[in-house]
């Protein structure tokens, strides 16, 4: 038995990591399996809503009922969700973008030689901070993957991108396993969830989102 908690919703997820090119061969990307933004396109699509997932390079299968936008840079991913942020209820960001794009990526592969290679680096947009800026945006939420400080970071990083609510959780035991352990900071504190797989996690975010929309959008 699965309640409906987003029926009639619709939902838009972004996971993976984006990969930003050098050159014909080679890139710039984060570590991020994918598995987490996966799991939640899942738990939301169990759940009742209408999911679009936009992936960057993952091995992934896609969800079943989902429909799925492959994307690959951080500005394609930006295009993407520009694309279909409108009608969209609930945004959840948990793709790990890349700060950064080479200015001046070369059509061929470098060739390798013994001198220093530069790369001009320019930051990317923040996808979350646009989407969560307009006007009426969809209910926003955030990931924050920290390696120290986490609460105190998350917590900035919420307020920063005006989010109601923001998933908070250590990279050290979160990247690429199947487990992770998380604390949900929302405008009444912290919720620590305690560890358990990314697909029961997924479930238990989703429920707590679905609480919250609901509070900000009672009938
Ligand atoms: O990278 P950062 O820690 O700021 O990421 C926090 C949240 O912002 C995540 O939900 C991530 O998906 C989102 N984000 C984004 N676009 C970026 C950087 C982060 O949407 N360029």
Do not use: W
């Not at 679009?52 to 079943?64: A, H, Q």
């Amino acid at each position: 038995f699965q309640p409906k908690f987003l029926a009639g919703l619709k939902l838009l997820v972004t996971a993976g990591p984006t990969f930003e090119r050098i050159d014909a061969v080679r890139g710039i990307t984060n570590s991020s399996s994918g598995k987490m933004g996966y799991a939640i396109a899942r738990a939301a699509f169990e759940a009742g809503a209408e999911v679009t997932l936009i992936s960057g390079p993952t091995m992934l299968p896609t969800p079943t009922g989902v429909r799925r936008i492959d994307t690959v840079s951080a500005q394609d991913m930006l295009a993407a969700v520009n694309g279909e942020i409108t009608h969209q209820d609930i945004f959840v960001s948990v793709a790990a973008v890349a700060d950064y794009y080479v200015l001046n990526p070369s059509e061929q592969k470098i060739k390798k030689d013994a001198h220093i290679l530069t790369l001009e680096l320019a930051p990317n947009p923040d996808i979350l901070a646009n989407v969560a800026s307009v006007a009426n945006p969809p209910f926003c939420v955030g990931f924050a993957a920290e390696s120290e400080n986490l609460l105190e970071f998350a917590e900035a990083k919420r307020r920063r991108k005006k989010l109601p609510l923001l998933v908070a959780n250590l990279v050290q035991t979160a990247i690429g396993a199947d487990d992770n352990e998380v604390i949900l900071l929302d405008d009444d504190g912290q919720h620590r969830l305690p560890r358990a797989n990314k697909s029961d996690l997924a479930r238990s975010i989703v429920k707590h989102m679905a609480r919250l929309y609901n509070r900000y959008h009672p009938e």
